[in-house]
């Protein structure tokens, strides 16, 4: 069982640029999350999904899109790369929103310049 | 606001035990995770706590008082492939992990 894959693994992105990170995962999970890991600081939320059709702002949501048109994929996007936005990003998901455990995916190593 | 609290670094020997502290506020409480995450890698799950008392996974045990907003990871028989950074996280009243910055746990031979 595959669990959760991301793309790409990493990426060197001119300020400016879009991007968008991909997340598919098979477990049927419902809820599905994003998060940035940097240096220091805890996993910080970007966007949530309790359920397909339906996202969520999370602790630091600014220059970010989500979308969730299935149960499996949930990508994110950036409209206009900042360097402030050079971070690790993990997707993750659970069968719930509550009380249960997050999976998380392998990252995506994201270098703005 | 919210915050975890965890020390940054702690140093052990192999075939020893450690202990971790977390302490945590935040809106709420909905259940305590403890994850490992090695270096360049993806944090898998450990443990959860939401009732108070300590849970034992084999060489892995947790505890929580949510009284005091306190949790411990601690690690029995300590092995060197146990050198990776150790993650609390509390679930809030929204359900939404707060996650503590990580302990980085090194074991020396």
């Known amino acids: 069982t595959a669990g959760i894959t991301q793309a790409p693994t990493s990426q060197i992105l001119a300020a400016g640029r879009s991007m968008t990170l991909r997340c598919t995962q098979d477990?049927?999970?419902?809820?599905m999350y994003w998060y940035r890991q940097d240096l220091g600081l805890g996993l910080r939320l970007i966007h949530y999904s309790n359920t397909a059709g339906t996202t969520g702002k999370g602790e630091v949501p600014d220059g970010y899109s989500v979308s969730r048109a299935n149960t499996d994929d949930f990508p994110l996007t950036l409209a206009s790369a900042v360097p402030s936005q050079t971070s690790v990003y993990f997707c993750?998901?659970?069968?719930?929103?509550?009380?249960?455990?997050?999976?998380f995916g392998p990252g995506t190593r994201l270098t703005v310049l | 606001g919210q915050n975890i609290d965890q020390p940054t670094e702690m140093t052990a020997t192999e075939g020893a035990i450690v202990q971790i502290n977390c302490t945590y506020q935040?809106?709420?409480?909905?259940?305590l995770f403890w994850y490992q995450q090695h270096a360049g890698e993806a944090p898998t799950f450990l443990s959860y706590n939401v009732l108070d008392g300590l849970e034992e996974k084999g060489r892995f045990s947790s505890f929580l008082s949510r009284s005091k907003g306190y949790s411990y990871l601690l690690l029995k028989e300590l092995q060197m492939k146990d050198s990776a950074s150790y993650l609390c996280a509390v679930s809030n009243s929204n359900y939404q992990l707060i996650w503590g910055a990580g302990t980085k746990l090194i074991i020396k031979p």
């Open positions: 993750a998901s659970s069968d719930s929103v509550e009380q249960d455990t997050q999976y």
């Open positions: 935040t809106s709420g409480f909905n259940g």
């Open positions: 477990m049927r999970h419902n809820a």
